[in-house]
C-alpha cells in the first residue's frame, strides 16, 4: 500500500508545479457585424465587449462586412471601444466585405485592424439624413456635419497611430481603397486570409490600455462565437425597411376599420401596435418627409373618391401619389435604407382596392336607409283599415299602427309613413 501511494503523491505534486497559465486554454471572444451599422449593431458590440471583459479572454474580435450606418450608433461603438479595458480587433471578413462609411470609423478605432484578401474600405462622407432641398442653409449644415465627421476620423486614427490624412480623405471625398493599399498607407496592420492566420498574426503583439500592456496570446486559443440573440435578431428585424413599411400600413388599415367601424376593437387594437412598431422602426431609418406626405396625400385622396364623384382621377391621383411617396419613403442613398419593389407593387394594389371597396363600402353602409326599428317604417306603404279623420288605424307589414293624417283619408286607401311617435304613425295619402 506504501509504495502504491508514493507514486500517485508524486504525480500530484508534480501538478501543482505546472503553472495555472498553461492548465486553460487562451479564450478569444468572436461576434460577427454583417450589415448597416445601427442601434442593434451598438447593443451586440457592447454586449460582446462586456462579455469579453467578464470573461477575461485574451481579445474581441469584430469580423465586419457593413456598408455603412447610423453616425449616432457608430459614436457609441466608438466610445464602447476607446472604454474597453480589453483588446479589440477589427477584421474585415470574407473576401468581398467592405468597411464603408461608418465601418471606417470603427476599423480605424480598434487596437488592431485586419482585413480579409479581396476587401475594401472607405467611401465615409457623411449624409445627413433629415435634410431636404437646397439652399444655403442646407449647404452650411452638410459642412458642418463633414467637419465634425473629420475632426472625429483624424482624432480616432491619431489615437491608434494609423494614417489619419488618408481618413480624412475618405470622410472629404469619399476615398476608397483595397486590403492592400490600406496595408501600404498604414490604414490596417494586417491582411489575414482566414481566422486562424488573423489569430497567429496578431499573437505576441502588444496592446496598451490605461497604461497597461497586454501582451495577446492568441495562437491556437479557444475562439467563443456569440451570435446575436432573438431579442437582438428581433430589432433587427424590425429595422429592415420592407418590414417597416408593412407595418406603417397595416397600422393605417387598421385604424382606419376601426374608425369606420367603432366597436370592433380587434383592428384598433392590431393597428395600435403595427403603428407602434412601425414609429419605432422608423426612427432608426433615414425617412424621408416628402414620401411620408405622399402616402398620407394618397390616403386623402382615396377617401375623397369614395364621397365625390370623380369618374376615377382622384384613385388615379391616389395611386401614383402612393406609389412615388414608397419609392421615396427612405433616403436611397443611406446603406441599406430601401423598400423592395416587389414589396411596394402589391401594397400599391390592395391599398388602392381597399379605401376603393372595403371602406368605401363601409361609407355606403352606413347610408343605407334604415330598415329595422321604428326609423325602419318611415316611407313604407300602408292600408287605411278605418277613415283617418284625423286618427284612425292602418295596417302596415300585417299589423294593425295607430295613425293620424294631416288631412281626411278614407277607408281602403294607401298611405305612407312620415314620421313615428310613441308607436303611432303619422302618414300622408299617396
Not at 9 to 16: E, F, K, N, R, S
Not at 58 to 80: A, F, H, N, Q, Y
Not at 109 to 137: E, F, K, L, R, Y
Not at 168 to 197: G, M, N, Q, W
Request: charge should be negative; aromatic fraction near 6%; proline fraction near 5%.
Amino acid at each position: 500500500m506504501k509504495r502504491s501511494f508514493y507514486p500517485a503523491m508524486c504525480a500530484m505534486a508534480l501538478l501543482l508545479l505546472v503553472p495555472m497559465g498553461s492548465v486553460g486554454a487562451a479564450l478569444v471572444e468572436w461576434i460577427t457585424i454583417d450589415g448597416a451599422i445601427g442601434p442593434v449593431a451598438a447593443h451586440y458590440i457592447r454586449e460582446g465587449i462586456d462579455r469579453a471583459q467578464d470573461n477575461h479572454a485574451e481579445c474581441l474580435v469584430i469580423e465586419m462586412d457593413t456598408p455603412g450606418g447610423l453616425m449616432k450608433s457608430m459614436r457609441m461603438i466608438c466610445k464602447d471601444i476607446l472604454a474597453a479595458q480589453v483588446p479589440v480587433v477589427v477584421y474585415v471578413s470574407p473576401a468581398g466585405s467592405r468597411a464603408g462609411s461608418a465601418g471606417v470609423f470603427i476599423t480605424l478605432v480598434a487596437h488592431i485592424a485586419a482585413m480579409a484578401p479581396g476587401t475594401n474600405i472607405g467611401a465615409a462622407h457623411p449624409i445627413d439624413i433629415g435634410g431636404q432641398g437646397g439652399g444655403d442653409s442646407s449647404q452650411v449644415m452638410e459642412q458642418k456635419i463633414t467637419n465634425d465627421a473629420v475632426a472625429f476620423v483624424r482624432t480616432l486614427a491619431e489615437k491608434r497611430g494609423r494614417n489619419a490624412d488618408w481618413a480624412e480623405k475618405a470622410v472629404r471625398e469619399s476615398a476608397a481603397i483595397t486590403e492592400k493599399e490600406a496595408l501600404d498607407l498604414h490604414v490596417i496592420d494586417y491582411i489575414a486570409p482566414t481566422p486562424d492566420s488573423l489569430l497567429a498574426l496578431i499573437d505576441g503583439d502588444t496592446i496598451r490600455i490605461d497604461g497597461r500592456e497586454i501582451i495577446l496570446a492568441t495562437k491556437g486559443a479557444a475562439v467563443d462565437k456569440v451570435l446575436m440573440n432573438w431579442r437582438l435578431n428581433l430589432l433587427a428585424l424590425l429595422s429592415d425597411p420592407n418590414i417597416a413599411y408593412i407595418l406603417l400600413l397595416l397600422g393605417i388599415y387598421g385604424i382606419f376599420f376601426e374608425l369606420y367601424n367603432p366597436g370592433a376593437i380587434l383592428p384598433g387594437i392590431v393597428g395600435g401596435i403595427c403603428l407602434i412598431i412601425a414609429f419605432y422602426s422608423l426612427q432608426l431609418l433615414p425617412v424621408n418627409l416628402a414620401g411620408v406626405l405622399l402616402i398620407a396625400l394618397a390616403v386623402v385622396l382615396f377617401l375623397l373618391e369614395i364621397k365625390v364623384m370623380s369618374y376615377g382621377l382622384l384613385s388615379i391621383g391616389g395611386v401614383i401619389s402612393f406609389l412615388l411617396g414608397s419609392l421615396m419613403l427612405f433616403d436611397v442613398s443611406f446603406p441599406g435604407a430601401k423598400v423592395s419593389p416587389s414589396v411596394i407593387i402589391p401594397a400599391t394594389i390592395f391599398t388602392a382596392l381597399f379605401f376603393l371597396f372595403a371602406v368605401g363600402m363601409g361609407i355606403r353602409a352606413q347610408r343605407r336607409k334604415v330598415t329595422t326599428g321604428m326609423e325602419g317604417l318611415i316611407g313604407e306603404i300602408g292600408t287605411v283599415v278605418s277613415p283617418l279623420s284625423p286618427m284612425g288605424t292602418v295596417l302596415l307589414h300585417g299589423e294593425l299602427w295607430k295613425a293620424v293624417a294631416t288631412s281626411p283619408i278614407e277607408k281602403d286607401r294607401d298611405v305612407r309613413v312620415i314620421a313615428v311617435e310613441h308607436l303611432k304613425l303619422t302618414v300622408e295619402p299617396i
